[in-house]
């Protein structure tokens, strides 16, 4: 036995090759086909292929240039910004009034949390399919329940004007996304010591004054992962625009991932269209490195 | 989506006691009929679309979308079925899950393996790269992704999809597998390695074993992930006879823009697995994307 513990404490595990080649296949598949692409995405961002022609030619920053003057750009970076403050803003407070509700005293748990969290499996494009049937200008349920309960001036044809196409779509993204932060505010709450409400009870503080003073710094690192990992998704909006609107009526849904996609596929531009996604990923990047660098610590 | 390290979770701890017993029954009743309506609303979408893919079409149009059905039907399953191609649809997603998910699941937990357990260098820069795959957009690599494949012969078929989908899966699958190996103490790995065991034995005999249950909760979210890819299968897959559900679906939805009931039947039969799939496993997905993310 003493020869075991010997051994344990030298921490030498594995030869100096032996953790790469555990390493190698995951590594080689993610350098392939999304480290090598994302890169060479650069290049093709500073020349002005037509995505078709055999040769092409180097511009420079040209198609970077080209950005601020591109009206459609203009709209969707505001629509981006609009789509992830509202779709993380909407998502994390009703998750976390809905964990907040469910951990209290409660019949039927399981199934009600089951219910919450089952649009976030859905295939995005069923999730566009379902809503663009519901807002179906003629047969939709959603203008038939205005017109049920009176409220006939309100039914619209959602999808299909500018005022409100943008906000139609972002409605499924909050059904979708309301269920995860509100299953991890759940385990975060189950996870906050009782002894902490009853000090605070004996100190004589309202339910409203625990809530602020002792729940939501309790729930500080769920807030973290919460929002770290919503800005990493909001920001990549693509599946969801294209599926429901098409970027349409015109260009009024139009957000960055979309709109390279037509530059790229429909318009032949994809020099152009690539600079675009360049620009989102770095941003991208930008806001996600913070959650990165806090999962590559040392536990 | 994405979790850090496994832990317990679903503790029934309670932590809005009162000390009365009185009004906190009341208080109970009160909420869960709350919540209940709330949860009525939340999944009213999903019950008119089962109310009206199983009625005739003229019932739903006589009648409006909100009325209780006069008549019940399946041949809106049948058409769905015929005319959205869902036999092969079906099959070609199934094939690509089948393929990607085990393959996905081996390499992430050799490279979880080797990030948590063996002595690796610049360790902490390739955790960081490959982290940095879960902020990275999939149409920042369309472009290449197109021409690669186009070049490797592979646009057109589910297996030029192999590649991208484990790219994409791997940054997910690494940080929470790698997270899970670290809670395995070192000392069980030392004792095999003084009988003699090799770093190759050590990890299909004991880690792979012993983390079941993380496996099994990556594979689940990696099958859904895959069964719900859109963008990657939209560029690369042209014919009707290789396309997978998601792209299916959207040319389904195209057709049927006007039959409403054949529409919600459609829609119904590309959701029903993964439904069927995530209420069966509800506990495994809910356990694996709450567990321990809270370490911060």
Same mark, same amino acid.
């Given at each position: 036995?003493?020869?075991?513990?010997?051994?344990?404490?030298?921490?030498?595990?594995?030869?100096? @090759?032996?953790? &790469?080649?555990?390493?190698?296949?995951?590594?080689?598949?993610?350098?392939?086909?999304?480290?090598?692409?994302?890169?060479?995405?650069? &290049?093709?961002?500073?020349?002005?292929?037509?995505?078709?022609?055999?040769?092409?030619?180097?511009?420079?920053?040209?198609?970077?240039?080209?950005?601020?003057?591109?009206?459609?750009?203009?709209?969707?970076?505001?629509?981006?910004?609009? @789509?992830?403050?509202?779709?993380?803003?909407?998502?994390?407070?009703?998750?976390?009034?809905?964990?907040?509700? /469910?951990?209290?005293?409660?019949?039927?748990?399981?199934?009600?949390?089951?219910?919450?969290?089952?649009?976030?499996?859905?295939?995005?494009?069923?999730?566009?399919?379902?809503?663009?049937?519901?807002?179906?200008?003629?047969?939709?349920?959603?203008?038939?329940? /205005?017109?049920?309960?009176?409220?006939?001036?309100?039914?619209?044809? &959602?999808?299909?004007?500018?005022?409100?196409?943008? @906000?139609?779509?972002?409605?499924?993204?909050?059904?979708?996304?309301?269920?995860?932060?509100?299953?991890?505010?759940?385990?975060?709450?189950?996870?906050?010591?009782?002894?902490?409400?009853?000090?605070?009870?004996?100190?004589?503080?309202?339910?409203?004054?625990?809530?602020?003073?002792?729940?939501?710094?309790?729930?500080?690192?769920?807030?973290?992962?919460?929002?770290?990992?919503?800005?990493?998704?909001?920001?990549?909006?693509?599946?969801?625009?294209?599926?429901?609107?098409?970027?349409?009526?015109?260009?009024?849904?139009?957000?960055?991932?979309? &709109?390279?996609?037509?530059?790229?596929?429909?318009?032949?531009?994809?020099?152009?269209?690539?600079?675009?996604?360049?620009?989102?990923?770095?941003?991208?990047?930008?806001?996600?490195?913070?959650?990165?660098?806090?999962?590559?610590?040392?536990? | 989506?994405?979790?850090?390290?496994?832990?317990?979770?679903?503790?029934?701890?309670? *932590? *809005?006691?009162?000390?009365?017993?009185?009004?906190?029954?009341?208080?109970? +009743?009160?909420?869960?009929?709350? +919540?209940?309506?709330?949860?009525?609303?939340?999944?009213?979408?999903?019950?008119?679309?089962?109310?009206?893919?199983?009625?005739?079409?003229?019932?739903?149009?006589?009648?409006?979308?909100?009325?209780?059905?006069?008549?019940?039907?399946?041949?809106?399953?049948?058409?769905?079925?015929?005319?959205?191609?869902?036999?092969?649809?079906?099959?070609?997603?199934?094939? +690509?899950?089948?393929?990607?998910?085990?393959?996905?699941?081996?390499?992430?937990?050799?490279?979880?393996?080797?990030?948590?357990?063996?002595?690796?260098?610049?360790?902490?820069?390739?955790?960081? *790269?490959?982290?940095?795959?879960?902020?990275?957009?999939?149409?920042?690599?369309?472009?290449?992704?197109?021409?690669?494949?186009?070049?490797?012969?592979?646009?057109?078929?589910?297996?030029?999809?192999?590649?991208?989908?484990?790219?994409?899966? #791997?940054?997910?699958?690494?940080?929470?597998?790698?997270?899970?190996?670290?809670? #395995?103490?070192?000392?069980?790995?030392?004792?095999?390695?003084?009988?003699?065991?090799?770093?190759?034995?050590?990890?299909? *005999?004991?880690? +792979?074993?012993?983390?079941?249950?993380?496996?099994?909760?990556?594979?689940?979210?990696?099958?859904?992930?895959?069964?719900?890819?859109?963008?990657?299968?939209?560029?690369?897959?042209?014919?009707?006879?290789?396309?997978? #559900?998601?792209?299916?679906?959207?040319?389904?939805?195209?057709?049927?823009?006007?039959?409403?009931?054949?529409?919600?039947?459609?829609?119904?039969?590309?959701?029903?697995?993964?439904?069927?799939?995530?209420?069966?496993?509800?506990?495994?997905?809910?356990?694996?994307?709450?567990?321990?993310?809270?370490?911060?």
């Amino acid at each position: 036995m003493a020869t075991t513990v010997a051994v344990a404490k030298q921490p030498k595990r594995g030869g100096r @090759w032996s953790p &790469w080649l555990f390493a190698l296949p995951a590594l080689v598949v993610y350098v392939a086909f999304l480290v090598y692409p994302a890169v060479s995405s650069l &290049w093709f961002s500073l020349t002005n292929w037509d995505g078709l022609s055999a040769t092409y030619k180097f511009v420079g920053l040209d198609n970077y240039f080209k950005l601020p003057h591109d009206p459609v750009v203009i709209t969707a970076v505001r629509n981006n910004l609009i @789509w992830t403050v509202v779709t993380i803003a909407v998502p994390t407070v009703i998750g976390l009034l809905l964990a907040i509700a /469910l951990n209290g005293k409660v019949h039927g748990k399981p199934i009600l949390r089951l219910i919450f969290y089952t649009p976030a499996v859905l295939p995005l494009v069923s999730i566009a399919s379902i809503w663009g049937w519901l807002y179906n200008p003629q047969y939709g349920a959603i203008n038939s329940f /205005l017109r049920l309960i009176g409220l006939d001036g309100l039914a619209q044809p &959602w999808l299909g004007q500018d005022s409100t196409a943008l @906000w139609a779509v972002m409605i499924p993204a909050i059904w979708l996304r309301t269920g995860f932060p509100m299953l991890l505010y759940l385990a975060a709450l189950q996870g906050i010591p009782n002894e902490l409400y009853e000090a605070a009870t004996v100190d004589g503080a309202t339910k409203w004054q625990q809530f602020w003073h002792v729940t939501m710094p309790s729930l500080r690192p769920a807030h973290y992962i919460v929002l770290a990992l919503s800005l990493i998704d909001s920001f990549k909006v693509f599946d969801m625009i294209y599926a429901m609107t098409y970027g349409g009526p015109g260009t009024s849904t139009q957000v960055m991932g979309t &709109w390279m996609y037509f530059n790229v596929f429909q318009y032949y531009q994809a020099g152009y269209g690539t600079a675009i996604a360049v620009v989102i990923t770095l941003v991208a990047i930008a806001v996600g490195i913070p959650y990165v660098r806090s999962q590559t610590k040392e536990a | 989506m994405t979790i850090t390290a496994p832990a317990p979770v679903d503790l029934p701890v309670d *932590t *809005t006691q009162s000390t009365s017993p009185g009004p906190k029954g009341r208080r109970g +009743l009160v909420m869960t009929f709350v +919540l209940v309506v709330i949860a009525l609303f939340w999944i009213s979408p999903l019950a008119l679309l089962v109310i009206t893919a199983v009625r005739p079409l003229a019932d739903f149009i006589g009648n409006g979308p909100l009325s209780w059905p006069d008549q019940l039907t399946w041949s809106n399953f049948k058409d769905a079925w015929d005319i959205g191609n869902f036999a092969t649809t079906y099959k070609n997603s199934a094939i +690509l899950a089948a393929i990607k998910v085990p393959l996905g699941v081996l390499f992430s937990a050799m490279l979880g393996f080797a990030l948590a357990k063996l002595r690796m260098r610049f360790r902490r820069t390739v955790m960081f *790269t490959v982290f940095l795959g879960l902020t990275i957009p999939i149409y920042i690599t369309i472009v290449p992704v197109f021409i690669m494949m186009r070049s490797l012969g592979a646009t057109d078929s589910i297996f030029g999809l192999i590649g991208p989908y484990l790219a994409f899966g #791997i940054p997910f699958e690494v940080l929470v597998l790698q997270s899970f190996f670290r809670q #395995i103490p070192d000392e069980i790995i030392e004792a095999a390695k003084v009988d003699g065991a090799g770093d190759w034995r050590v990890f299909f *005999t004991m880690i +792979l074993p012993l983390s079941v249950p993380a496996l099994v909760t990556v594979a689940i979210l990696d099958a859904v992930a895959t069964w719900n890819e859109f963008l990657f299968a939209l560029i690369l897959l042209n014919s009707d006879a290789h396309k997978t #559900i998601p792209v299916g679906l959207l040319n389904f939805q195209g057709q049927f823009a006007n039959n409403n009931t054949g529409l919600a039947a459609g829609i119904l039969i590309a959701v029903v697995p993964i439904l069927i799939a995530y209420t069966l496993l509800q506990r495994w997905i809910v356990g694996g994307l709450t567990a321990g993310s809270l370490k911060g």
